[in-house]
């Protein structure tokens, strides 16, 4: 689950048609299992690789066992859609000052106990209000509404993987990019096929121990760790968002630790936003993060050799500004969710001619990252 927010700073809520009623319509197949022995199946979306029997649900509580087949049941079942800044997501890298068109369904493949869209991704898909909007009628309003990408947020793409792949070929038809925004706890395997056509992909890193992953997110590191390295290996452009969560994934060493393994793994122009925590759903007895620890955080990683690191939550901090990493000038000058001065010239540092690593202008086929 994303720790951005599907309802703070939406700057719009297209309406869409609602179809003919019906709960089938939201139903089809799952194209990520094996068909085991006695109508059992077993999801190979996620690293949990549920074992499913007849009539159960997987942990995302979104995929079923129909018959000893596996259906996905949230398959364009839209219930969130928001026009958003790019910022937003946070994408600092990727068209600044563009809008993305955000759409989310039901469910997650994790349990963050300080999740900000807990309504979303903690629900079964009928406990939710949603409107059936198909691959087709979301690229068209990308469009109508003026956005050059789509962005799979809120809720965690990963457990809607056939309807993102279906929607982003239909925007890629007409010209509009496509986004994601991850917890990134997904097998290798169904990564390469569900998000082959994505433009960028947003990683939310939780933590730098196992033990955080098992005890507030109920998940492993290492399946995180290993789609990040697949996205670089992909040349998919890629940011990570850590969350800085007081006393319990804040301290020097782990914040060292997780520095030097992005610019080893990843390399040191992988924008790192260091997030600050507010109490939220079941994690309320933890102070908001101290901008102080922030602001350590983010000397930490740049000490580390990291180019591009940022704080984010923290409205009107100049660490939302990106420098270029040679000169240090301001390249894009941020206010809020907006960027309000982008002073790149065909993506390299409009006063010293330093390449700004990103995904600075829409052009024919994938944006490619540059720098």
Same mark, same amino acid.
């Given at each position: %689950? ?42 190979? $979306? ?106 799979? +947020? ?36 169904? $990564?390469? +096929?569900?998000?082959?056509? %994505? ?86 007895? $933890? ?18 050799? $990291? ?65």
């Amino acid at each position: %689950m994303s720790s951005e927010s599907a309802t703070n700073e939406a700057v719009g809520a297209p309406r869409v048609e609602r179809p003919v009623a019906g709960e089938g319509r939201f139903v089809s197949e799952a194209r990520f299992y094996d068909k085991l022995p006695k109508g059992v199946v077993r999801c190979i $979306l996620c690293p949990r690789m549920c074992v499913v029997a007849e009539g159960k649900r997987g942990h995302c509580q979104v995929r079923e066992n129909r018959g000893g087949a596996f259906y996905s049941l949230v398959y364009a079942r839209v219930c969130a859609a928001h026009v958003d800044p790019i910022e937003k997501k946070p994408f600092f890298h990727f068209l600044p000052g563009s809008t993305a068109f955000s759409v989310a369904t039901a469910g997650c493949n994790v349990n963050c106990t300080f999740c900000q869209n807990a309504d979303i991704s903690q629900s079964r898909p009928e406990e939710l209000p949603a409107e059936y909007v198909s691959p087709q009628q979301i690229a068209a309003l990308a469009k109508r509404f003026g956005c050059p990408s789509i962005a799979y +947020t809120y809720g965690e793409p990963t457990v809607f993987a056939e309807f993102v792949m279906d929607t982003a070929a239909a925007a890629r038809e007409i010209g509009v990019r496509n986004v994601v925004v991850s917890n990134g706890y997904i097998q290798p395997a169904a $990564l390469k +096929t569900a998000y082959a056509g %994505m433009d960028a992909v947003k990683v939310d890193l939780k933590a730098f121990t196992d033990r955080y992953y098992r005890d507030v997110v109920r998940a492993r590191l290492k399946p995180v760790l290993d789609t990040l390295v697949t996205l670089r290996n992909m040349e998919i452009w890629t940011e990570i968002v850590y969350l800085v969560t007081p006393t319990l994934n804040d301290s020097e060493s782990e914040l060292t630790e997780m520095a030097r393994w992005i610019k080893v793994n990843l390399g040191a122009d992988v924008p790192l936003h260091f997030s600050r925590f507010h109490p939220d759903y079941k994690l309320q007895d $933890l102070p908001a993060t101290p901008v102080s620890t922030l602001e350590r955080a983010r000397a930490i990683a740049e000490g580390e050799g $990291l180019h591009y690191v940022y704080i984010g939550n923290v409205p009107g901090h100049p660490a939302q500004n990106t420098h270029c990493p040679r000169c240090r000038q301001v390249v894009v000058e941020r206010v809020g969710f907006a960027a309000s001065r982008v002073l790149l010239k065909e993506g390299n540092c409009a006063a010293c001619g330093e390449p700004i690593a990103g995904a600075w202008q829409l052009g024919a086929g994938r944006l490619a990252p540059s720098g």
